[in-house]
């Protein structure tokens, strides 16, 4: 038995059909536009990042921008379009990326200087500890430990 797969009349259309065909919020013109220019989106970003999840990640961006902005967009060559936005999300992805690496740096400083006031706190503790049960035993007990 043979299974007949349909496809969309959409791979037939031009960019700028698909375009027009976006801004009437048409999802099977976003779909046929996602795999159109997935892997160039994504060889892109992974030539500007190195790194296979980074690029993804600005590619699916990339993508959800389109959608989101799809009524407004004014675009004459959709494949020069989306190359710019990727470069944009590139650099936003970047920016976030130095950002979150800023504040784990300040994280861990952080955590070092309350593991030395907590190490100080046990010590002055410890000592408080010590004194009193040295206070507890005999004279002679007291002098030999001191």
Request: charged share 30%; proline share 1%.
């Amino acid at each position: 038995m043979a299974v007949k797969v349909l496809m969309s009349a959409y791979h037939l259309n031009t960019d700028q059909e698909l375009v027009a065909f976006l801004k009437q919020d048409n999802d099977e013109a976003f779909t046929e536009v996602y795999e159109r220019y997935w892997d160039k989106l994504y060889y892109i970003g992974h030539r500007m990042l190195k790194s296979q999840d980074a690029a993804e990640e600005v590619a699916q961006d990339t993508f959800v921008l389109l959608w989101k902005k799809r009524a407004t967009l004014e675009i004459q060559s959709l494949s020069v379009y989306l190359a710019a936005m990727l470069r944009y999300e590139v650099y936003r992805y970047l920016a976030k990326d130095k950002k979150l690496r800023e504040n784990e740096t300040a994280y861990q400083q952080q955590q070092s200087k309350f593991t030395s006031f907590d190490k100080e706190i046990e010590n002055k503790l410890l000592l408080e500890i010590i004194a009193q049960l040295s206070n507890q035993v005999p004279e002679k007990c007291r002098q030999v430990f001191q």
